[in-house]
């Protein structure tokens, strides 16, 4: 799957190195939707660098960014798809959507 928005690096850095400086993610952040089983969490959120909602999922350290969405509905039905499928299979294969080209 191919990201439904993808930024150019430069961009995506400036903009995550604006967060950081601020200090304050909670406005990104405030809608953020977060499971944690199995040694696996799902985060659900607007991404800093593309504002759009997206789900990364980390496996051994590893944060890959599987999905995107065009809003918070979808974005929650995308997160709730995601817990029932690493639930039933905890092994399957993350495929990263490469936001950032």
Not at 48 to 54: G, I, L, P, Y
Not at 74 to 91: E, T, V, Y
Request: aromatic share 8%; net charge positive; proline share 2%.
């Amino acid at each position: 799957m191919k990201a439904k928005k993808q930024i150019d690096p430069f961009s995506g850095l400036m903009k995550v190195m604006k967060v950081i400086a601020s200090g304050n993610n909670d406005e990104l952040r405030k809608d953020a939707f977060t499971d944690k089983f199995n040694n696996i969490t799902i985060d659900t959120c607007i991404a800093f660098d593309t504002e759009t909602w997206e789900t990364g999922i980390n496996k051994k350290d590893k944060w890959v960014i599987v999905e995107q969405y065009d809003d918070k509905d979808d974005a929650i039905k995308g997160h709730k798809k995601w817990i029932k499928l690493l639930k039933k299979n905890p092994k399957e294969k993350l495929i990263d959507i490469n936001v950032w080209g």
